[in-house]
């Protein structure tokens, strides 16, 4: 199981992901490894994705990331397309549907760059195997927390994000037993209950956080 580094509330980023001009001279390379016979819904930019993947370098293969044995285990959630991991893996997991996985290989100036981070050295291609387990409709938007919102009092409680995440896990014909379910939870509040009281407010919704790798 691995770390949730994303909740359902990462909101919009100041961050642009598409490559400037030097980057666009790279390519990233995407392999089909599996896609299931119903190909649906597909990830597009602002989706709510969630996903495990390992990280490996291209040149000799060695393993530089595993979500399955980082921290908690659990698969992570991102929202596609925002800057929220890598610009090659934002553009890798483009067009994914749940259940697909995919080998995705990312030149430098699309991954860690010159400075590289640890168990990846400067100017390495990486590859990353990724397996999709659910495509949901972005959490950026106000529309998405009055979902959330059950009781429409403007915060969100955690039987409230927990009847969520149960329908995404539902929905993507991998239900997850309760343990697993408060494991998630507690990350989430950590991360996002900026005062402790318990809930999440709509100013905490709206914090928008960068975790890149």
């Known amino acids: 199981m691995c770390t949730l580094v994303l909740f359902v509330c990462a909101l919009l980023s100041a961050r642009c992901l598409w490559a ?13 490894l599996f896609k299931p016979e ?11 994705i969630n996903v495990h993947y390992d990280g490996f370098l291209a040149k000799d293969g060695s393993q530089f990331y595993c979500s399955r044995s980082d921290k908690a285990g659990h698969p992570q959630w991102f929202v596609v397309g925002v800057g929220q991991v890598i610009k090659g893996l934002d553009i890798g997991m483009m067009d994914m549907c749940p259940g697909e996985k995919r080998k ?16 990846v050295p400067p100017n390495a291609t990486v590859i990353f195997e990724v397996e999709l387990y659910s495509v ?4 950026r938007s106000m529309e998405a ?12 409680t955690k039987s409230e994000v927990k009847q969520y995440l149960k329908l995404e896990y539902e929905k993507g014909g991998k239900p997850r037993d309760d343990p ?6 507690a990350d989430i509040f950590r991360r996002n209950d900026q005062d ?6 709509v100013n905490e919704y709206n914090i ?3 975790d890149e790798l």
């Open 136 to 139: 949901s409709r972005g959490p």
């Open 208 to 210: 928008y956080k960068h």
């Open 180 to 185: 697993f379910y408060e494991k998630v939870l």
């Open 20 to 32: 400037t001009a030097d980057e666009l001279e790279a390519e990233v390379k995407i392999e089909v």
């Open 104 to 119: 995705i290989t990312v030149p430098s100036s699309l991954a860690f760059g010159e400075i590289g981070k640890a168990g």
């Open 196 to 201: 402790s009281d318990g809930l999440i407010s």
């Open 38 to 48: 119903l190909c649906s819904p597909k990830s597009k930019r602002g989706d709510l």
């Open 145 to 156: 927390f009055t979902h959330m919102d059950l009781d429409k009092d403007k915060s969100l």
